[in-house]
C-alpha cells in the first residue's frame, strides 16, 4: 500500500550539482522521518541525510555543508540537493521511510521500513 519512487540521479562532472526527489504514495496518514542512503560499489550502505516530520535534519560527516534534505509540506516527498559532488560521492542512492502509518480500508496500520527502488548517481573527475 505504501510505495517510494526515486528520480533526478544521473552523471555529473566533479563540482556540479544533482536534485533527488523520492515520493510516497498510498494511503498515508503520517511518516515521522525520512532518510537517504547510498551505497558505493564494495562498500556497505550509509545513511546520508535524514530530516524528521518537524523538519529536524541531520548529516553524514562527508557531506555537511554540500547536502540539503528538504520536505514538501504535504511531509509525504522530500528532496537531496546535492552540491560540490565529488568523484566519492558516486552510489546508488536510496530514500527510506522507517515507519509509516496508513489506513488500509478503515483500519489505521503502522508499516515499517520502506525504500525507493534507487537512483543511480555518478560524479566524474
Known amino acids: 500500500q505504501v510505495q517510494l519512487v526515486e528520480s533526478g540521479g544521473g552523471l555529473v562532472q566533479a563540482g556540479g550539482s544533482l536534485r533527488l526527489s523520492c515520493a510516497a504514495s498510498?494511503?498515508?496518514?503520517?511518516?515521522?522521518?525520512m532518510g537517504w542512503h547510498r551505497q558505493a560499489p564494495g562498500k556497505q550502505r550509509e545513511l546520508v541525510a535524514s530530516i524528521t516530520r518537524d523538519g529536524n535534519t541531520d548529516y553524514e560527516g562527508s557531506v555537511k555543508g554540500r547536502f540539503t534534505v528538504s520536505r514538501d509540506s504535504d511531509r509525504y516527498t522530500i528532496y537531496l540537493q546535492m552540491d560540490n559532488l565529488k568523484p566519492e560521492d558516486t552510489a546508488v542512492y536510496s530514500c527510506n521511510a522507517p515507519v509509516v502509518a496508513y489506513y488500509s480500508g478503515t483500519e489505521r496500520r503502522w508499516g515499517y521500513d520502506y525504500w525507493g527502488q534507487g537512483t543511480q548517481v555518478t560524479v566524474s573527475s
Open positions: 498510498g494511503n498515508i496518514l503520517s511518516i515521522n522521518a
